[in-house]
Structure formats: structure tokens, C-alpha cells
């Protein structure tokens, strides 16, 4: 099973971009879809995006389409999510999660979670 650290949180303002990272352990990386999902205060998880084992399909949250990006480097064992024009609704704390495919990844079936990194954007 793979092992998953977020990092590249922060506080930003609206307007702004982040990126986040996510480090995988494990040499079966490349094998496993891999997507994001965020948590605001006092809602449930919801998904932002999900990434094929080749890079070559890429599902997005109607919510973040066309300002964030998900890709992947299979060489690093490293996942990202570039974050664009930043609203005060994304502020979040951000998980990496990993799958069998991009499909059961959109749909919260997850094999491996990270712990999460927090994402704030002031107005």
C-alpha cells in the first residue's frame, strides 16, 4: 500500500495561486490513480480532482474547473495540484488519496489517505 504526505499549504489571498505536493512511498506509486479532496470547516469531504496512473485522464470538481490543475511525476513519486485565482470558498484542508483508477477515485473509493494540509484564502 502506498503512504502519502501533503505539503505546500498555506495563507493566501484571493486571487492567488498555491501549489500543493504530495510524496508517495512505495514502488507500486505508479500502478495507483491519484486525486485530491478538501474538507471546509463543518462540511464533508468533498473531491477536487482525480489523475490516471499515465497522466492521461484528469477528472475535475465543476467547483475548481479551469483554475486547478493535477499532475503527476511517476519518476518522483510525486503528485501536484496547482491551485489558480484562489476564492475564500476553496480555503480547505487538502487531502492526497490513492486509487485503482481515476473513476473509483472521483467517487471517494480510496485505498490510501494522506493527512492533510490546510489551505486558507482571505477576501
Known amino acids: 500500500q502506498v503512504q502519502l504526505g501533503e505539503s505546500g499549504g498555506g495563507l493566501v489571498q484571493a486571487g492567488d495561486s498555491l501549489r500543493l505536493s504530495c510524496a508517495a512511498s512505495?514502488?507500486?506509486?505508479?500502478?495507483?490513480?491519484m486525486g485530491w479532496f478538501r474538507q471546509a470547516p463543518g462540511k464533508d469531504r468533498e473531491f477536487v480532482t482525480a489523475i490516471s496512473w499515465s497522466g492521461g485522464t484528469t477528472y475535475y470538481a465543476d467547483s475548481v474547473k479551469g483554475r486547478f490543475t493535477i499532475s503527476r511525476d511517476n519518476a518522483k513519486n510525486m503528485v501536484y495540484l496547482q491551485m489558480n485565482s484562489l476564492k475564500p470558498e476553496d480555503t480547505a484542508v487538502y487531502s492526497c488519496?490513492?486509487?485503482?483508477?481515476?473513476?473509483?477515485?472521483?467517487?471517494?473509493?480510496?485505498?490510501?489517505w494522506g493527512q492533510g494540509t490546510q489551505v486558507t484564502v482571505s477576501s
Open positions: 488519496a490513492a486509487g485503482v483508477n481515476p473513476t473509483k477515485v472521483r467517487v471517494g473509493q480510496i485505498a490510501s
Open positions: 512505495g514502488r507500486t506509486f505508479s500502478s495507483y490513480a
